[in-house]
């Protein structure tokens, strides 16, 4: 076992213990209060950890961590490089942010589970943060099953028909979904007797057996499910629009991510010697699919959520995109993005939560006006959205500048164009729907000059503020962020 | 003392102040809120007198020699790189001044109106992003810059909410949306082939890269900087825009983002690509072919409308291309008429819009003939239309001639006779779609509308502005020959560009 | 040892539960068809277990205690969601089709 | 000895076509008791298929969870549909899904034949883990093999799949929250006349059963799971009986013995970072006391939380036993 | 030798109770006939079974655990018999 600087295993075993062991304070003491200190003071640590450990990382390549002191091939490593360091920052900010919005909006709303909500944010908190770590497939396995059946619940929280047949759907496509990666997972066992991703992408990749193309496959499409990419999405539009402002932020920033997530370290790691360029421009292809299929969609909508949830399909077609062009350049490119989407789609969801909160319903049509009433929140919903659409100051257009970069080095042109195809929808769906807040139907000087302060707790305010300046924050921190990306990329072409 | 004052990194990084001025005042604005209406005056004209004294200082450094620059790593090997050379001071110091003019005149306008904060935090981070695209040292920076004014504009295009604004402003981010990512893909390509390169004087793009190569990169910069200078087949979104309040038509449609698309179409030419490799490339002659064709154009359009705004938004789609057109010559009086004309097309277009503003704000006039007998009725605003309107035309004392002037020394330089009739064709154009309307303001028909006796004329704060343009504008046609002149220093522009005295 | 055999039962077991996940609409039915589907996966991997050369490999007997413990989870709580859904909106499938 | 191993495959040949047509039958059949008693046997069978294919272990648990606590949960569907249908619905109708039948099939035909195909050619030549696992499990202080792996080689298994078994109760009292249904088994006004005195004489021998099962996992085939599914199943047979009043307030002692195993297994694991460099390692001496703990604790979530999960309630409390009919508080 | 012909005896006579009591099952009119056939044919198949064991296992603990097994079953039987039984009486469904 590689000699580790002493601060990496209690960093990780506190990501994914320390939840775990508040999910049973949960339980066991359901005041609310108390919950909600404990989850934000969690976030905060969570987040000092993770600042030693990037340092470590930056500093001694990918880590690998064996649980139980066991040897590989027989214990389950944790296994840390750029992208995974990437998605434990993403996962505590969005996470932090969404914790006090939930303690907030809990309050305002006075949800009878607020109790349950805080259980399930600490349980899916923690098994997202093994997820990203996790560098064994049966407990990949495990870890997307313990966040999709968190996410149901979280779906399901918001009462009402509408959620509890979004949910039903969503657990059936999840269920499908889980048991076709188990047939996967179970193909390459049975194929080459391991688990552990290092272990298989270290091996001298030989021609893959036909197991492991199968292998391949019945993995892809099961996370094609779970993830709501492009042919299998139709349940995340319902699923993000029926639940609650925090529960859809975090089921679009961090659950939908997780496994798009999965599905480029699979593809990339142990099963790279599985696929052929052909192939992975097939996966490109679909990539591009699901962000113009979204982006269309979203701009027919004419309820707020529905937009958002459609701009998480769209969105989730980029990390496709690394597939098609594996160089280090594109995994910067699209972690970055991963990071930056992440972020602004949780202020955008958090920011739409106060909006409908304000107006009392989530019909496009009835934003009007809303720029007087709450313009702090529609400048942070602005500035998520443009944040999402890629555009200059922000993280998205460094991201964006990244990958068409990357695509161009390449040769491979037309990807470069569909970046920017789908940056430009993207900047035309969320301008409509600032438009239709900044609408004001009669001419303003009729308009009496009544500043409403709306009665929003300061809770809820500040957590979209504060993505949204993370988000535009990372347009500035490019240079300082590459390196650590960089960790781990696949050494593939140039 | 100075010298040692001159390598002091905080001097040297002066541009970035100069950005950080109005924008740090923008988000302050916009974080302040509604109700802090004195504050924020206050912090609107303090941040509009700082810059111009940083612009005053860089001025005069430039003109020394001094170097100004600023670097801040982005991307792995890009960085944010300010470099104040002479060009972009050129754009900087009219944007400066013409932004404190217009503050003054929008806290006049806006007097009632709701949701002033954001109008003025867009109104500042808008010069912020203007401010930018001037000193921008290399091409990443000047794309930030100016995909961030189009983000800026679009609130102060639908500040009414009205669903006319909203339906100008979807065209508007249209077009600069588009023209954006085909900027971004011109851009990267360039990135690809030849890596984070500064603006050169003379051009750092490197000859023997394949010339069909060189001419399709040229081609997609060329239409990502056409777009906001209006070019004819981009200009759709110019005349839809001018539904935005007086003083954002004022600066933003006339001088602040036409003028970053003119500036753009300079420093591609002369200090991406250079002058000698478009030559070569033949693309002088598409550009000066597409400026002439604007020209005319946009003078045919001005002729038809007859909203007074939009007479004036196809006339500015006209003007621009003469810088277009001086460029695309490429002789040296050509360039310097053509870098001329950027200011003073500046001047007398922002007093045009004014006077639009005060007809339209006291006597609610929008249409051109609704203005028979306002001579005597706002005496002032009309005598600084009539100046102006007599300077776009090119009547001599006046700024316009000036680049108009130069602008046909060039053409006969390079031996391009044709350039005369174009300038000839425009100046008859703009005479027959601006003397009808002096004629009808001084010289009213009998059966015109009596406006009673008395002078009933805009409030000080919108006039005071107006005049001061009109003043500026008939200022830079008779000093020219100054030192501090905007001729004299398009002529050191020129001898950069060249090399040589003209 | 008869493993061929077992490894074809699962196979085709999986195509059973595959079919039914299909064509069913009705929320219990398709429960049972993807906990055969999920039943056909562990026998399969059972059977690898069963035929590693010297003695059964352990690890893929772990790994199907785990995947019963996970099935029976999701099966409880799809089975609480039915209920619930049955109790709101009286259908049987989650399109609901002629309500929303 | 050809005659066994013929009459052995001839029993396996049999047992697979049952297989197969009880899953089939389980699955276009009509009626949804029909189906789930269906499913109930194909359970039992592939209890006896794990037996067969060498693996007790796992026989007990399918036995025990796949088809006693499944078994039960889907008979509770069937009764929730039965008693809560309402006037006007029609019996459980089915839509045709949106995927046409001529496609479905063929489709999960060439499905299901490529993958028999695909499984039966895939060569069974071991690999590093199966060899290290079987090296390990002989030298490791835990005999059952299956066990070492659960508790020790694999450990944050089954830690994350407590965390899922406490969700689906977490995600299930979500549904309680906002909507109150009938309880499923109302208790009894008067009790039942046999089942009180099968209680009395099955629940030593469920307890006995269960406790021997936890002991025997670290040496021989059983442990927590199959223990805890059968202290679940006398639990379940408490609430038929009627013993338990199923309450919507949080009950203490209820919400202890459920979070138990996973808050037991969770502290070991930071814990264990006090005696070794990584997580989830057992200490050298005491490592057997402490398996034994948590397998316990294990034990005692899994039978908690089952229950809960079986009658639908947040809280169950347990009545005295009132074996004189009318006796009743 | 001889035990295992005893076992294989004791074992062929239970499966044919099993056979009788399935057999029953099928034909047999109402619900109580069948209970009767399920109960009481399966029962004695399954005692003869567990006997045949006992002699063919020989340990005592062997024989203990088979004998505790067929009483659980029977007692397991005789419940559910009579729950069927009252269900079915109180229902009064044909079913």
């Known amino acids: 076992m590689t000699e580790l600087d002493s601060l990496v295993a209690p960093t990780l075993t506190f990501l994914i213990f320390a939840p775990l062991l508040a999910g049973v304070v949960a339980l066991l003491w359901p005041r609310g209060l108390v919950l909600d200190l404990l989850s934000i003071s969690l976030g905060a640590i969570s987040l000092v950890l993770l600042v030693p450990l990037s340092g470590t990382v930056m500093g001694q390549g990918p880590l690998l961590l064996e649980l139980g002191g066991h040897e590989l091939p027989l214990g389950i490593p944790l296994y840390v490089d750029g992208l995974a360091l990437a998605m434990l920052w993403l996962t505590a900010l969005t996470g932090l942010g969404t914790a006090v919005y939930a303690s907030g909006w809990l309050r305002s709303v006075s949800h009878p589970s607020g109790q349950q909500y805080r259980v399930l944010w600490f349980l899916l908190w923690s098994g997202l943060n093994a997820l990203f770590v996790s560098g064994d497939l049966f407990n990949i396995y495990v870890t997307l099953e313990i966040t999709t059946l968190a996410a149901v619940p979280l779906v399901a929280l918001a009462r009402g028909r509408e959620a509890l047949s979004a949910a039903m759907q969503y657990l059936y496509f999840a269920l499908v979904g889980s048991i076709l990666f188990l047939l996967g997972v179970a193909l390459v066992y049975a194929e080459t007797g391991l688990l552990a991703l290092p272990e298989l992408s270290a091996r001298e990749s030989e021609a893959a057996g036909p197991g492991e193309t199968i292998a391949l496959l019945a993995i892809t499409v099961g996370l094609a499910m779970k993830a709501a990419l492009f042919p299998a999405h139709g349940w995340l539009p319902r699923a993000h629009a029926a639940a609650s402002p925090p529960a859809s932020a975090l089921l679009s920033a961090l659950v939908a991510k997780a496994a798009a997530y999965l599905v480029i370290r699979l593809w990339l790691g142990p099963f790279e010697a599985a696929w052929t360029p052909a192939v992975a421009q097939l996966m490109g292809v679909v990539g591009v699919l699901g962000i113009l299929y979204g982006s269309l969609q979203a701009l027919r909508q004419h309820r707020l959520k529905p937009v958002i949830a459609y701009s998480t399909v769209a969105q989730l077609g980029y990390l496709l995109l690394l597939i098609p062009l594996a160089s280090v350049v594109a995994w910067q490119g699209v972690i970055y993005h991963a990071l930056v989407h992440g972020l602004a789609k949780a202020a955008f969801f958090l920011a739409a939560g106060n909006l409908i909160l304000g107006i009392g319903h989530d019909r496009l049509v009835g934003l009007a006006g809303c720029d007087r009433v709450l313009s702090k929140n529609l400048l942070a919903m602005a500035v998520a959205g443009v944040a999402i659409a890629g555009l200059p100051p922000t993280g998205g257009f460094i991201a964006k500048w990244w990958m068409i970069t990357a695509a161009l080095e390449q040769g491979q042109w037309w990807w470069a164009v569909a970046i920017g195809m789908g940056g430009l929808l993207a900047a035309l769906y969320v301008f409509r729907v600032v438009s239709f807040a900044v609408h004001s139907p009669r001419p303003w000087h009729e308009e009496p000059l009544r500043e409403t302060r709306h009665g929003l707790n300061r809770l809820l305010l500040w957590p979209p503020v504060l993505l949204a300046a993370a988000a535009v924050a990372l347009g500035m921190t490019g240079e300082l962020l590459a390196p650590f990306l960089a960790v781990g990329a696949p050494e593939v072409s140039p | ?502 | 040892m008869t493993g061929w055999l077992f490894s074809v039962t699962a196979g085709l077991l999986f195509a059973i539960g595959l079919y039914g996940v299909l064509i069913r609409t009705e929320l219990v039915r398709r429960l049972l068809a993807a906990n055969v589907m999920a039943t056909a996966v562990f026998l399969f991997l059972i059977v690898v277990a069963a035929e590693t050369p010297d003695g059964p490999d352990p690890v893929p007997q772990a790994m199907v205690l785990t995947g019963i413990v996970i099935a029976v989870s999701l099966t409880a709580f799809a089975l609480a969601l039915i209920r619930h859904f049955r109790a709101v909106t009286g259908e049987s499938d989650p399109e609901g089709g002629d309500d929303d | 000895m050809p005659v066994s191993d013929l009459l052995a495959s001839g029993f396996d040949v049999l047992l697979c076509i049952g297989l197969l047509w009880l899953a089939w039958q389980a699955i276009t059949g009509t009626g949804l008791f029909r189906s789930v008693v269906m499913f109930m046997v194909f359970g039992l069978m592939m209890a006896v298929t794990w037996a067969r294919l060498g693996s007790p272990d796992l026989a007990l648990a399918e036995a025990a969870i796949g088809a006693g606590i499944t078994g039960a949960l889907l008979l509770n569907a069937c009764r929730a549909a039965v008693s809560e249908m309402r006037s006007d619905e029609q019996p459980l109708r089915d839509r045709p899904s949106g995927v046409p039948k001529w496609l479905a099939l063929p489709l999960s035909l060439a499905a299901g034949v490529g993958l028999a195909w695909l499984m039966h050619s895939i060569p069974r030549d071991g690999g590093p883990t199966p060899e290290a696992a079987i090296k390990a499990a002989e030298t490791h202080f835990l005999d059952n093999p299956i066990t070492s792996v659960l508790l020790d080689f694999r450990a944050i298994d089954t830690l994350l799949e407590m965390a899922v078994l406490l969700l689906a109760l977490v995600g299930a009292r979500v549904l309680l929250d906002q909507r109150r249904l009938p309880a499923l088994y109302p208790v009894p006004d008067h009790p039942m006349p046999m089942l009180p005195s099968l209680l009395a004489m099955i629940t030593p021998v469920l307890l006995l059963t269960g406790l021997y099962l936890f002991w025997a996992g670290s040496h021989a085939p059983g442990g927590a799971f199959q223990a805890g599914a059968l202290l679940g199943a006398l639990g379940v047979m408490y609430q038929l009986a009627g013993r338990f009043t199923p309450t919507h307030e949080p009950g203490t002692v209820n919400a202890l013995l459920i979070t138990v195993g996973l808050g037991l297994f969770s502290l070991f694991a930071c814990l264990s970072l006090l005696w070794a460099p990584a997580p989830l390692s057992h200490p050298e001496q005491g490592a057997y006391a402490l398996v034994l703990l948590i397998e316990f604790a294990l034990m005692l979530s899994i039978a908690a939380t089952l229950v809960l999960l079986f009658v639908g309630s947040r809280s169950l409390q347990l009545r005295r036993s009132t074996n004189h009919p009318g006796g009743r508080q | 030798m001889l035990t295992d012909w005893w076992t294989i005896a004791l074992v062929t006579v239970g499966c044919a109770f099993f056979l009788a009591g399935t057999v029953g099952l099928l034909r047999f009119p109402d619900v109580h006939t069948r209970l009767h056939a399920l109960t009481k044919a399966d029962n004695v198949g399954l005692g003869l079974i567990c006997l045949g064991l006992m002699i063919h296992d020989g340990t005592l603990p062997g024989i203990l655990r088979l004998g505790f097994i067929w009483i659980l079953a029977i007692f397991a039987a005789t419940v559910s018999a009579f729950l069927i039984a009252r269900w079915h009486e109180s229902a009064g469904t044909e079913d």
């Open chain 2, 1 to 502: 003392m100075m010298e040692a004052l001159q390598d002091h990194p905080v001097w040297m990084a002066m541009p970035a102040w100069m950005v950080l001025s109005s924008l740090v005042a923008g988000l302050l604005i916009l974080v302040l809120g509604e109700p802090y209406q004195r504050t924020r005056v206050v912090i609107n004209l303090g941040a509009a007198v700082l810059k111009l004294v940083l612009v005053g200082f860089m001025l005069w450094g430039v003109g020394q020699g001094h170097d100004f620059e600023f670097r801040l790593p982005l991307l792995p090997g890009i960085d944010l790189y300010l470099h104040a050379d002479s060009l972009s001071m050129l754009l900087a110091t009219l944007s400066a001044i013409l932004w404190l003019i217009t503050t003054v005149y929008a806290i006049g306008y806006l007097e009632q109106s709701p949701n002033r904060c954001r109008f003025f935090g867009f109104f500042s981070l808008c010069v912020a992003a203007t401010m930018g695209v001037s000193v921008a040292g290399n091409l990443f920076t000047f794309f930030l810059f100016y995909e961030l004014l189009t983000l800026t504009t679009w609130p102060l295009v639908v500040h009414r909410g009205v669903s006319v604004a909203l339906r100008a402003g979807k065209r508007y981010l249209a077009y600069t949306l588009g023209g954006g990512g085909i900027f971004l893909f011109g851009i990267i390509a360039l990135y690809a082939l030849m890596g984070d390169q500064v603006f050169t004087p003379g051009g750092f793009v490197d000859p023997d890269l394949p010339p069909a190569l060189l001419i399709g990169i040229f081609l997609l910069l060329l239409v990502g900087v056409g777009v906001k200078a209006a070019m004819v087949p981009l200009h759709g979104w110019l005349p839809q825009a001018m539904v935005a309040p007086a003083p954002v038509s004022a600066l933003l449609h006339a001088v602040a983002v036409v003028k970053a698309g003119a500036f753009g179409i300079v420093r591609l030419v002369y200090d991406v690509y250079g002058l000698d490799l478009v030559a070569t490339l033949g693309m002088n002659h598409v550009l000066a072919i597409a400026a002439a064709i604007t020209i005319v154009w946009g003078s045919l359009r001005a002729l038809q409308a007859s909203d007074i705004k939009q007479r004036l938004a196809f006339s500015t789609v006209s003007q621009v291309s003469y810088i277009a057109l001086g460029v695309g010559i490429g002789s040296p009086m050509a360039t310097i008429g053509g870098l001329v004309h950027l200011v003073h097309q500046g001047l007398m277009k922002i007093t045009l819009f004014f006077c639009a503003g005060n007809l339209a704000e006291t006597h609610g006039i929008k249409r051109v003939d609704q203005v028979d007998g306002m001579g005597r009725t706002m005496p002032w605003t009309m005598a600084a239309f009539t100046l102006a309107a007599l300077g776009m035309i090119g009547v001599p004392p006046i700024a316009g001639f000036v680049s108009k002037w130069y602008l046909g020394l060039g053409g006969v330089e390079n031996g391009q006779y044709w350039v005369l009739g174009v300038l000839v064709a425009s100046t008859l154009l703009n005479a027959a779609y601006f003397l009808p309307v002096l004629r009808r303001a001084w010289f009213p028909r009998a059966d015109a509308p009596d406006r009673g006796p008395g002078i009933h004329e805009a409030p000080l704060s919108l006039l005071i502005p107006t005049v001061a343009t009109a003043t500026f504008a008939l200022g830079a046609g008779i000093l020219a020959g100054m030192p501090f002149s905007p001729l004299q220093w398009a002529q050191f522009i020129g001898e950069q560009i060249y090399g040589v005295a003209p």
